[in-house]
């Protein structure tokens, strides 16, 4: 995999880490921690200026598909498996048990859990769709305040839902 370069945006939960080369985004993190920022705007290409426009325009309610390349190193299941986040629609969840059947096996969901949580490229690749069987939120990465935060979002503009959890 080509070596990412890196920029940043202060978004409204947070600090994102953009990673990215002039074919594709390969990293979209959340920084927990300000005085770990490198700046090094040289390396930053025109697909990583396209990231952050349409992370603002997601933040705003005015994108509900983000229209770039992504890339991420991972097994063949790995991969298959974000490709599957890929497919759930804005404003809509599914179950980690949604998931492994659509996957066609419901006997990997822990395994598909355990890949959802290696994705590294959050929000775009949404794996905060994905709640426990019961409707409940279980685990992200980014922070559970996260999770519930995109997902309000996303319910609030898809819907005209003000809560969800």
């Known amino acids: ?12 939960i947070g600090m994102l880490k953009i ?35 349409q992370l603002i325009e997601y933040f705003h309610g005015k994108r ?27 404003g809509r969840t599914i179950s980690y048990m949604d998931l492994a059947k659509k996957l066609g096996d419901p006997k990997v969901i822990r395994a598909a859990a355990s890949t959802n949580g290696k994705n590294k490229i959050a929000i775009i690749v949404p794996c905060h769709r994905v709640i426990g069987s019961d409707r409940s939120l279980i685990g992200y990465s980014g922070g559970m305040w996260r999770k519930k935060w995109l997902l309000q979002h996303e319910f609030k503009i898809a819907h005209g839902v003000q809560t969800l959890f």
């Not at 985004?25 to 390396?43: A, P």
């Not at 190193?73 to 759930?88: D, N």
């Open 64 to 90: 509900k598909n983000f229209e770039l390349p992504v890339h991420q190193q991972g097994t063949l299941f790995q991969v298959k498996v974000w490709g599957e986040l890929m497919g759930i629609d804005y």
């Open 1 to 12: 995999m080509s070596e990412l370069n890196y920029t940043y945006y202060e978004s409204p």
């Open 19 to 53: 990673g990215g080369t002039k074919n594709f985004i390969g990293e979209l993190s959340f920084v927990e921690n300000k005085d770990q920022l490198t700046y090094e705007e040289s390396g930053i290409t025109e697909l990583m200026h396209q990231c952050t426009e």
